[in-house]
């Protein structure tokens, strides 16, 4: 641990280095280089994030059948089969689409659909349920978009974007 602890950028490379000759990975040896890495991650997952919000047309995604296409703000179903979205559904349902089978918190949801800025905490929970009725085959048993009681929401299907 005291490698980590190290101010010097090059201190510690050398257990680096036998670590390497027993076919294990190379790690940051000094905790300088591993923000360094991380704010790397981070700047690129921010620049993807911001080009997507840029270029709202490009792309969409799809989920068991389901398509999202981005351009024309549409939704068909399996069936290919419009389904009519309120923007403030679309919203809600691109917001979940970029986060899949990750828990959004409500306050997350609210940012994500910010149309009004009177919204209330309630109005995120009415716009689920529209969704759920539009998605589901059986709305009383959600396999889509599942609750967490007192905490958000997630997209619990797989997404591919497209």
């Not at 529209?130 to 978009?145: F, G, M, N, W, Y």
């Amino acid at each position: 641990m005291a490698e980590a602890e190290g101010d010097d950028a090059g201190e510690g490379h050398q257990g680096g280095q036998s670590q390497q000759r027993h076919g294990e990975a190379l790690k940051p040896f000094s905790l300088r280089e591993l923000l360094a890495r991380l704010r790397a991650v981070l700047r690129r997952q921010e620049m993807e994030r911001v080009a997507r919000t840029r270029d709202p047309e490009r792309g969409g995604y799809r989920f068991e059948g389901w398509q999202l296409e981005r351009r024309g703000r549409r939704l068909f179903d399996p069936n290919a089969t419009p389904i009519a979205l309120s923007k403030g559904e679309y919203a809600l349902l691109l917001a979940f689409l970029e986060a899949p089978q990750r828990l959004l918190s409500r306050e997350h949801l609210l940012q994500a659909t910010r149309i009004h800025e009177d919204i209330f905490d309630r109005s995120i929970d009415v716009q689920v349920l529209r969704l759920h009725r539009k998605l589901e085959t059986d709305p009383s048993a959600p396999r889509v978009i599942q609750t967490e009681r007192g905490v958000g929401y997630v997209f619990a299907l797989p997404v591919q974007p497209v």
